[in-house]
């Protein structure tokens, strides 16, 4: 079980990353099938405890990134890809991997930040304006700076594949296995 969740997932995020680098889309196509694939997988082969673990994970990964999208800040396609992951990692190692995707994030927004001075500019005056408006009054209000050039647009799911490929990692290297069995 272990080498088939390690081809599958290698596959999804690697396919998922030329997509989204791509066309900035992580398609239905490549996540439905990836979430359903890793719940039935783990059923059959570790029955209801595999299932179980399966979705846990799948539950996991599709909370902790539809908050971000509900603000906005995340596409559809990177929650069920996240949620893809759950389905084939369970629940302990979804939450690692969800954490080595935000600092996979964090890095790479700070990198397309710093190849343009501007960009970064503007969003420390909206960090500086923000703080100073809740100082002032006491409420977090966000009012961004206007600008006339747009944000760049990140590619979250080269992240999603970082951080999945690190967890991968790390479990094995901590427990023998990567999701935990069953």
Request: glycine share 14%; aromatic share 10%.
């Amino acid at each position: 079980m272990e080498l088939l969740v390690i081809v599958m997932l290698s596959a999804a995020l690697l396919i998922a990353t030329i997509t989204d680098i791509r066309s900035q889309r992580i398609p239905n196509w490549l996540t439905f099938p990836l979430i359903l694939t890793g719940l039935v997988a783990h059923t059959m082969y570790g029955g209801l405890e595999g299932l179980k673990l399966a979705g846990g994970g799948f539950g996991l990964g599709f909370v902790a990134m539809v908050i971000p999208y509900f603000m906005g800040v995340m596409g559809a396609g990177d929650v069920k890809l996240m949620a893809g992951v759950g389905a084939w990692l369970g629940t302990s190692a979804t939450l690692t991997a969800f954490l080595f995707t935000c600092l996979a994030g964090g890095v790479y927004a700070l990198g397309v930040l710093s190849m343009n001075r501007q960009y970064l500019k503007t969003i420390l005056a909206n960090i500086a304006n923000t703080f100073s408006v809740f100082i002032a009054t006491r409420k977090f209000n966000f009012t961004p700076i206007s600008t006339e050039q747009a944000l760049p647009r990140l590619c979250y799911g080269v992240a999603i594949a970082v951080g999945t490929i690190g967890a991968m990692a790390l479990h094995g290297l901590q427990n023998g296995s990567i999701f935990g069995g069953y």
